[in-house]
């Protein structure tokens, strides 16, 4: 029997980077689904001073309205010269949602001046699993590197033509969706859940 499992996210891309991730792994038996798939209902704010917090939060809301099990991340850039900022606000740091334009040019103002040997930086990444009545598990997965100097390469979105990881030459955005995956921070995450979510097949 197959088990619909929600991905509380409208993006495409995180929904099927799970799919590709349960392939590799070879569990069978869950079937993805997206927010776009089933009823609205009011998502809580991302409130919560951690990821952790706010994925699981998002999970909980999730499984409540549907009843299925859900599976919520929580991401961001963490810079070491801003004190591990913007964190969890980077999708609004400067000032309004999702303006990436906006946000890594901020992000490159705050580090004018900051030397190379100290533009550390993480993408960071949370998620949790939640089944009604059941289980919760919530996990971290981190992606190191450096901010460069200026924005490399067209594709990701966010952070990623700032983001050149570490041992790499390229930022995030000049690699392959599948490179991307198997390297990245939500990735990494994806991947620490793979044991509960095959409890959860098959159960």
């Known amino acids: 029997m197959t088990r ?3 991905v509380a996210s409208r993006n495409a891309k995180k ?8 392939d590799g792994a070879g569990i069978v038996g869950l079937e993805i689904v997206g927010l776009d798939d089933v009823p609205a209902y009011d998502e809580a704010p ?12 998002k999970a909980h809301d999730g499984a409540a ?6 599976v919520a991340d929580d991401s961001g850039l963490e810079v070491d010269a801003l004190n591990g900022m913007p964190g969890v ?3 609004r740091w400067s000032g309004e949602h999702g303006r990436d334009d906006a946000n ?10 900051v030397p190379d040997e100290r533009r550390g930086a993480r993408f960071v990444s ?6 009604p009545g059941g289980e919760e598990a919530v996990v971290r997965g981190e992606w190191p590197g450096a901010i460069a100097r200026k924005p490399l390469g067209d594709g990701g979105f ?8 570490d041992g790499g030459a390229v930022s995030a955005a000049q690699l392959t969706p599948a490179e991307k995956d198997a390297a990245s921070h939500r990735g990494r995450a994806l991947r620490l859940l793979l044991p509960a979510l095959a409890v959860l097949a098959e159960g």
């Open 65 to 70: 309205a549907t009843g299925m099990a859900c």
């Open 126 to 131: 949370a998620c949790a699993l939640v089944v």
């Open 104 to 113: 890594n040019s901020l992000l490159l103002a705050q580090l004018n001046d």
């Open 89 to 91: 606000l980077s999708a």
């Open 158 to 165: 966010g952070y990623d033509p700032l983001f050149v990881p």
């Open 46 to 57: 991302e409130t919560a001073p951690t990821f952790e917090g706010n994925a699981v939060a």
């Open 4 to 6: 619909r499992v929600l």
């Open 15 to 22: 929904l099927n980077e799970l799919r590709r991730i349960l």
